[in-house]
T-cell receptor, first 116, second 114 residues
Framework: EPEVTQTPSHQVTQMGQEVILRCVPISNHLYFYWYRQILGQKVEFLVSFYNNEISEKSEIFDDQFSVERPDGSNFTLKIRSTKLEDSAMYFC??????????????FGPGTRLTVL | GNSVTQMEGPVTLSEEAFLTINCTYTATGYPSLFWYVQYPGEGLQLLLKATKADDKGSNKGFEATYRKETTSFHLEKGSVQVSDSAVYFCAPQKSNTNAGKSTFGDGTTLTVKP
C-alpha cells in the first residue's frame, strides 16, 4: 500500500542553523501539508500546498519557514534559522482530492527535530 | 475556522470495558470528521472517518457517528483491549477547499489495564 515517507527520522541541529525536512507524498496526491507536534502537546497545522503554491498557513508559519515541491515527488519544509522552540515532531501529509477517499489525509511517520 | 473540544484525559480502563471519548466541534460549513490514533512512539494513523451527517465511521471495533445537530463525533468501543492504549485525536477537516486542513483536538490518552 502506498505511504508517505519522511527523512530523516531524527534531526539534531544547533540553534540558528537551517534545516530541511523532506517528505515524499503518495504519488498521485494533489494536496500536501505540514503539521507539528511539540512533545506531549496536540498536533498543530503549519501549511497546506496545492497547485505549486501555499493555499493556507497558520500563524506559526512565519518568514522563517518555507515549503517547496522541487521535483514533482519531494515536498520539503525549510526552517531558515532554527530556534529552541522549533523542537518538535514534524508530520507531512498528503491527500488525493479525488474519488471516494478525497478527504483523507495520509500522514508520514514524522521527523523529530531537536534544536540545541 | 474549525475548533474542537475533546474529552480530557487521561482515561484508564480495564480490559473489556466500554469506551467513550467525547468530541464536539465548531465549524463553518460541513467539515469531514476524523479520529486519529497515535501509539506510543509512533506517528498518526487514521482510525476512522465520516464525511456527512449521520454517517458512521468504524474500524477495529471503534465507531463514531457524525451528529450535525449536536456538532459531535464521539468515539466508542464496546470492549477495549490492552493494545488500544494510545492517544486519540479528534480532527474536523475543512472539505471542498484547496486547503482542507485538519484541526486537532488536544488528544485523549487511553490506558487499558489487563
Amino acid at each position: 500500500e502506498p505511504e508517505v515517507t519522511q527523512t530523516p527520522s531524527h534531526q539534531v541541529t544547533q540553534m540558528g542553523q537551517e534545516v530541511i525536512l523532506r517528505c515524499v507524498p503518495i504519488s498521485n496526491h494533489l494536496y500536501f501539508y505540514w503539521y507539528r507536534q511539540i512533545l506531549g502537546q496536540k498536533v498543530e497545522f503549519l501549511v497546506s500546498f496545492y497547485n505549486n503554491e501555499i493555499s493556507e498557513k497558520s500563524e506559526i508559519f512565519d518568514d522563517q519557514f518555507s515549503v517547496e515541491r522541487p521535483d514533482g515527488s519531494n515536498f520539503t519544509l525549510k526552517i531558515r534559522s532554527t530556534k529552541l522552540e522549533d523542537s518538535a515532531m514534524y508530520f507531512c501529509a498528503s491527500r488525493d482530492g479525488q474519488g471516494s477517499s478525497r478527504d483523507t489525509q495520509y500522514f508520514g511517520p514524522g521527523t523529530r527535530l531537536t534544536v540545541l | 475556522g474549525n475548533s474542537v473540544t475533546q474529552m480530557e484525559g487521561p482515561v484508564t480502563l480495564s480490559e473489556e470495558a466500554f469506551l467513550t471519548i467525547n468530541c464536539t466541534y465548531t465549524a463553518t460549513g460541513y467539515p469531514s470528521l476524523f479520529w486519529y490514533v497515535q501509539y506510543p512512539g509512533e506517528g498518526l494513523q487514521l482510525l476512522l472517518k465520516a464525511t456527512k451527517a449521520d454517517d458512521k465511521g468504524s474500524n477495529k471495533g471503534f465507531e463514531a457517528t457524525y451528529r450535525k445537530e449536536t456538532t459531535s463525533f464521539h468515539l466508542e468501543k464496546g470492549s477495549v483491549q490492552v493494545s488500544d492504549s494510545a492517544v486519540y485525536f479528534c480532527a474536523p477537516q475543512k472539505s471542498n477547499t484547496n486547503a482542507g486542513k485538519s484541526t486537532f483536538g488536544d488528544g485523549t490518552t487511553l490506558t487499558v489495564k489487563p
